[in-house]
Structures are given as C-alpha cells and as structure tokens.
C-alpha cells in the first residue's frame, strides 16, 4: 500500500493524514486532480475511522418545501419559479400543519424546511410557521431556512439576523440546514447566481448563528462550471469558520442535477466524482465532525460505496423531497427506516439513528 501511495504521488498527504495533520490548498489541489480514486477514498476511510469508527448515521425526518415561488432563480436550480408561474406555489400556515398532522404517528425526530426567497410573505410567516408546528408537534426538532432565507427574512422584517435568529430560535428553530452555500467563488456566484448572498455573507450568517448557540451544516454544489481551485478554496473557508466558531455539525457535498435548469446541456456527475468530492471533503475538512452522503442526490449504491470513502452519514428517511426531484432526480422521494438500515450494513457499517444533533437515539 505504501508503495502505491508513493507512486500516487500521494505520500505527503498521507503523512499528514497519519499524523492529523491539516491538509493545506496544494494538497486540495492534488487530491481533486489525482487519478488514484481508490487510494483517495483509503486516505478519507482513514479520518472516517479516526472520527466516527464504524458507525453510519441516520435520521427519522421529513422534509417540507413550503413555497417555490423565487426572485433569485439561479441558473442551476429547477426548483425556484416566478410568482405566477404555472408551476409555482406556496404553502399557507395550516397546510404545513397538516403535513406534520399527516406523520404525527411516525416516529420522525426532525422535519426540514426550505423554500425559495419569496417576494411577499412577511417576517410573521415564518415566526408563526415554526411556533404552530411546535404546538402540532411539540417535541420535533425544527431544522430549517437556509442562510439565504435568513437574511431574506431578516430584511423582510428590517431587523437584524442575529435578532431575527432569535426570533426565530424563541418560535421553535433547532437548527439550519447548510443550503445556499453552492460555491463561495464570486466568478460562479456572478455567473449562476447573481441575485443571491455572497459567500462571505452565507459565512456570516452562519457564524451569527453559532454565536448564539444554534448549529447549522454546510453545503457545496459541485458538478457544473466550477473548477478544482475553487472547491478548494470553498473548503478551506468553512474550515476557517469552523476554527473560529465551531458551530458546523455536518458537511454535505451535493451533486448538481442539470435537467430542468438553464444548465440542462451538462452531463450529470458521475459516481467517481461524487466520490471524490466525499473524499476530500473528508480530508481537508478535519474540523467537521460529520460528512453525509445525501443519497438524493447521489443514488443509495453510490451512498453506500461513499461511507467507505469518508461519509458516516446517508442522511435520513427524508419523505417527499422536491427540490432536486424537479432536477430531474429519478431517486426514491422516501426510503424506510429497515430499507436505510440495509443500506449500511450491506456497506459493512453499523446503522445508528441519530437526533439532528447527532444524539443516538
């Protein structure tokens, strides 16, 4: 092994590696244009081990996607639509209720909310969002706004979003999800999405929340115009923040799905380089204490193949995704606890159903 390592040109990374060391922006490099996949994911299955040995996480939850209605419609999303586009639609405050209503009898530890950046629903929406599911369902953890809503929410309101977080936080907020971040780089956000946060203020954000005490993950949207120094250097940002505030729970890479966008003449990813993504995510963030393998996105096979290749979570039981399904995801919109289980362990990985704070339940 130590000779194929060398001969990989790998071998400095893996001293690193054995001696927990950070990898820096020329390791990223190396990794992302290696052709060594194998010993790539070895490499990650080292810091998987060192961190999380043998366990692959899970969660019992449902997602709902309260409105598509969007006034920054990125050029990779098929998800956001225009007010009063045929495909557009909003929830109101009790037809969210009833979907919570409808699982009441599921064991679901966590429901995750996002949607698009609405134009008109007030600040009041999404308080009273969170506190009628909280009176539905008193004992679900709420994870939900991305850092975009975020600040969406906070200018809807003209407040600031460390107050706006505690509105929210006070009206049932758990956790946020890590979504929005796509890539930092200003060349891609002025490409794709020119309308949405900058990355250094989805950073702040995120950082903001921290400070007060509510977690969030981290997202990276890959597969599309970015190149391998710019994933490098999205990491390396989040590895920054995760020094300074120590609030990230979880890193998810999140394969793009060109069908129904402006996009839509790109291939989609494949399982190689879903994987290495996974890997190097697993290296450079040493900082992270999870990485998931969003099967969504990334198919239950490829998942399972992930948890050798750094991942330690697959997400969860998930129930009636849309965002990545109107991009053309062919995955199941739900999978079964058993089903999930089976997953992991045909993996050779021990299933163990987490809280979304990644308490063992």
């Given at each position: 092994?130590?000779t ?11 001293r ?23 010993l ?22 449902q ?19 225009e007010?009063?586009h ?33 134009p008109?629903l007030?600040?009041?929406y999404y308080?009273?969002?969170l506190?009628?599911i909280?009176?539905e ?11 975009v809503e ?16 505690k ?8 956790s ?17 999405c ?21 977690k969030?993950n981290?997202?990276m949207l ?20 995760q ?89 199941a ?17 021990e ?11």
């Open positions: 092994m130590e194929a390592i060398k001969d990989a040109g790998l071998w400095e990374i893996y690193k590696v054995q001696e927990d060391i950070p990898l820096n922006r020329e390791d990223g490099l190396r990794l992302y244009t290696s052709k060594d996949i194998p790539i994911g070895f490499l990650a299955n080292m810091v998987r081990e060192r961190l999380n040995g043998n366990q692959a996480y899970y969660v019992y939850n997602h709902i996607n309260y409105s598509n209605v969007c006034m920054n419609l990125c050029k990779f999303c098929a998800f956001g639509k007010k009063g045929p495909q557009a639609y909003e929830m109101d405050i009790n037809e969210v209720v009833e979907k919570i209503r409808e699982r009441k009898d599921e064991p679901v530890k966590e429901v995750h909310i996002v949607g698009g950046i609405h008109d007030p600040y009041e308080v009273e969002m506190r009628a909280k009176k369902r008193p004992e679900i953890h709420i994870q939900a706004f991305t850092c975020i600040a969406h929410i906070a200018a809807k309101g003209g407040k600031t979003v460390a107050d706006t977080l509105d929210l936080r006070d009206a049932g907020l758990g946020i999800p890590g979504g929005g971040a796509e890539v930092f780089s200003h060349r891609i956000r002025e490409r794709l020119p309308e949405k946060l900058s990355g250094r203020e989805w950073l702040e954000v995120a950082k903001t929340a921290h400070r007060i005490g509510i969030t981290a997202t890959y597969g599309h115009i970015e190149s391998p120094e710019e994933k490098v250097e999205h990491l390396l940002a989040l590895r920054d923040a020094e300074e505030t120590g609030g990230f729970m979880c890193f998810i890479p999140l394969a793009f799905h060109p069908k129904n966008t402006a996009l839509d003449d790109l291939a989609p990813t494949g399982g190689i380089e879903d994987l290495r993504n996974i890997a190097v995510a697993r290296l450079i963030l040493y900082n992270f204490p999870h990485i998931k393998a969003y099967w969504v996105m990334l198919g239950p096979k490829v998942a399972q193949i992930a948890l050798s290749f750094g991942a330690d979570d697959l997400d969860g039981t998930v129930m009636e995704e849309k965002i990545t399904h109107m991009a053309g995801g062919e995955t919109q739900a999978i079964s606890r058993s089903e999930i289980e089976h997953l992991i362990r045909q993996a050779g990985r299933p163990v159903e987490r809280d979304t704070l990644y308490n063992t339940v």
